[in-house]
């Protein structure tokens, strides 16, 4: 994703929740036999392969990039700052 690609990923494998939005990002699929279907999709489709891609790619730099982490540390220091006082 921070590559600028869409992702394929299987439901129900932990980790996959936040990271891959289904028809956002990426594609989910459900049994083995569907991957190849959606390998078909993004390759057929031209313009919903760059869509993905391009969300994908603003979705971790906007949430996942060094900047986005070092800024939620900050506001949860702040928080734990504030909630000790």
Known sequence: MSSGLPILARKGVSGYGKL??????????D???VL???ILVLYNNVQLRRELATA??????LNYSVEAMIEKYR???VTL?????
């Open 56 to 61: 994908a790619r603003k979705h971790i730099v």
């Open 81 to 85: 700052i504030n909630e000790n006082k």
């Open 31 to 33: 049994k083995d036999a």
């Open 75 to 77: 506001q949860l220091y």
């Open 36 to 38: 190849g279907n959606k």
């Open 20 to 29: 891959v939005l289904d028809r956002k990002t990426g594609l989910f699929f």
